[in-house]
């Protein structure tokens, strides 16, 4: 079969998704900017295998086969799974410890690391309940959700070093970055991560020391960041908006999302670890 009427085939059932009445061949001939022929010919096959249905008013929608593929992909992915790759490249790529940071009740937790390339690393602990006032994971998880939001902001919010922010007033600011606030020494980022239903699942998490929090490396960060945020959420099948959905292509984000909050890297559990490789620092 001829490469393009495979993606013919995606590109019309992403168009469908979005029409829950369905479409008429024309409608989605003129959506898709395609030949009439080419696009019924390739809706005659989707039809044939149960992929979309057509009713009595010849419109075009969603067919139970898949349906049935959608709901089946979805109970198998698991975040931590699909993210793993993408967090050891970037790690790989700033130098610094990533981590990825889940929700759990009132608190965050981080649910995995990656070590950077740096000599000196931290034992922020897997699993730990962290504060949502002090950490970005859990400023990222209220902003995205108003109970959550009012919830945390009426927990006691204790002050785990002279920088943490107790004022809710002041916590929501353009991107995730903590400046010192729950460890000393330590400068931290969050980066949402969002499922296909666009609801945010994680989060992208960097731990950089507050010496080497330069500019120019904070610009590197904060790129590569934001990218393998969005590869993980292409791999949970978030499309972002602005992004080409026809072509499969990603659209980079010019602007930082105002969901990006002020906020801390680790909980007053956080300590140093020695490792054979690693020197430690005290925090």
Same mark, same amino acid.
């Given at each position: 079969m001829n490469p393009d009427r495979y993606l013919r085939t995606f590109y019309?059932?992403?168009?469908?998704?979005?029409?829950?009445?369905?479409?008429?061949?024309?409608?989605?001939?003129?959506?898709?900017?395609?030949?009439?022929?080419?696009?019924?010919?390739?809706?005659?096959?989707?039809?044939?295998?149960?992929?979309?249905?057509?009713?009595?008013?010849?419109?075009?929608?969603?067919?139970p086969r898949t349906v049935s593929l959608a709901l089946r992909t979805v109970q198998s992915l698991d975040v931590r799974t699909l993210a793993r790759r993408p967090l050891q490249d970037l790690a790989r790529d700033i130098g610094d410890d990533v981590y990825l940071g889940v929700r759990s009740g009132r608190r965050v937790v981080y649910a995995d690391r990656i070590l950077g390339t740096q000599r000196i690393s931290l034992d922020i602990r897997l699993g730990e309940p962290l504060y949502m006032h002090s950490t970005a994971t859990g400023k990222l998880f209220a902003a995205n959700d108003e109970?959550?939001?009012?919830?945390?902001?009426?927990?006691?919010?204790?002050?785990?070093?002279?920088?943490?922010?107790?004022?809710?007033?002041?916590?929501?600011?353009?991107?995730?970055?903590?400046?010192?606030?729950s460890a000393a020494g330590i400068v931290g980022y969050a980066f949402p991560i969002r499922d296909a239903e666009g609801e945010m699942t994680a989060a992208v998490h960097v731990s950089v020391l507050a010496s +080497? !929090?330069?500019?120019? /490396?904070?610009?590197? *960060? =904060?790129?590569?960041? +934001? !990218?393998?945020?969005? /590869?993980?959420?292409? *791999? =949970?099948?978030?499309?972002?908006?602005?992004?080409?959905?026809?072509?499969?292509?990603?659209?980079?984000s010019s602007s930082k999302r105002n969901t990006m909050l002020k906020a801390a890297p680790a909980a007053k559990t956080s300590k140093a670890v020695k490792s054979p490789s690693r020197p430690v620092t005290k925090v």
């Open positions: 019309i059932l992403n168009l469908l998704v979005s029409h829950k009445e369905g479409l008429r061949l024309t409608e989605i001939k003129d959506a898709l900017k395609l030949p009439v022929s080419s696009v019924h010919n390739v809706l005659q096959t989707m039809v044939s295998a149960e992929v979309v249905v057509v009713n009595e008013d010849l419109r075009y929608s969603i067919g109970k959550m939001e009012a919830l945390a902001m009426t927990l006691a919010m204790p002050k785990l070093t002279a920088n943490t922010i107790t004022d809710p007033a002041e916590l929501a600011q353009e991107y995730a970055k903590s400046l010192e606030e +080497q !929090a330069t500019r120019a /490396h904070e610009r590197k *960060l =904060l790129s590569d960041a +934001q !990218a393998c945020a969005e /590869h993980i959420e292409r *791999l =949970l099948g978030h499309i972002r908006e602005g992004s080409n959905s026809t072509s499969g292509k990603s659209g980079n």
